[in-house]
């Protein structure tokens, strides 16, 4: 199958692209990036490969490498324009996170909020991690003047996880942890008709799911919509997502 993957030109998180990439690969599918423009390889948060601080709060390894092995790719070295895309011709869409300052172009694109649009009534297979979901509760249905989120079950990056990490890293890296003055849960849980749908899932800091352990990992799953919190969640995400297009 087709998988589309929006991106944006720079700073998207490495494990939430490469993992699901790489297991959507080896499954047999054919995953295509977009970016903005097209044409040109997009380039994920640098400080998630050496090390926000002292080496520390950056992708795992193997995550690490599947992300070294995608940059050879072709389909990510030429990706298409966002005007390029034509939803209905992709059988999947995945809306990856991060949170440095670049994914604002991703986030806040009405462009590709319209295409999103479009696929989100094709009722296939949509996955959104962490602030990948951003770019759902920011989609408004044409016909009902709401988010698409507005009546699903959803996660996404929890406000305890992102209040944390600012707090832990701001004397380094400023407001790097704060891609908007809003959290996310914030602005997801605006999006639905009713709160409750949130789910914000265990509490976690630090243990990461892995390609043999999803014991510390969250997804939700409503229908063909499946979301999940941050990079801990992202072999999880990618085995439910591949699974939805079975």
């Known amino acids: 199958m087709r998988i589309l993957l929006p991106l944006p030109d720079r700073d998207f998180d490495v494990t939430e692209v490469a993992v699901p990439w790489r ?3 080896d499954a047999g599918h054919d995953v295509v990036f977009a970016t903005e ?3 040109r390889s997009p380039q994920a948060d640098p400080l998630l ?8 709060l950056g992708a795992e390894p193997e995550p690490a490498e599947f992300y070294r092995e995608l940059t050879g790719e072709a ?3 030429a990706p298409l324009g966002w005007d390029a895309v034509k939803p209905e011709e992709y059988d999947g ?3 990856p996170g991060g949170h440095a300052p670049g994914m604002r172009q991703y986030l806040g694109s009405r462009a590709l909020q319209a295409k999103v649009a479009r696929f989100w009534a094709t009722g296939r297979p949509v996955g959104a991690i962490c602030h990948g979901v951003l770019v759902l509760a920011r989609t408004i249905e044409p016909e009902t003047g709401r988010s698409v989120l507005a009546g699903r079950r959803t996660t996404c990056l929890p406000k305890y996880m992102e209040r944390s990490a600012y707090y832990l ?6 407001r790097y942890y704060r891609t908007y003055s809003a959290y996310v849960q914030d602005e997801v849980v605006a999006a639905l008709d009713d709160p409750a749908r949130f789910e914000r899932g265990p509490v976690e800091l630090r243990r990461r799911g892995t390609a043999s352990d999803d014991t510390p990992a969250f997804v939700v799953q409503d229908g063909n919509y499946l979301s999940a919190r941050w990079p801990g969640d992202a072999y999880l995400f990618a085995r439910r997502f591949t699974a939805m297009l079975a």
């Open 23 to 25: 297991l959507l690969r």
């Open 37 to 39: 423009h097209g044409g």
């Open 49 to 56: 490969l050496t090390g926000v601080l002292f080496g520390q």
């Open 75 to 77: 389909a990510f070295r």
């Open 93 to 95: 869409l995945l809306l």
């Open 169 to 174: 890293t701001a004397w380094r890296r400023g």
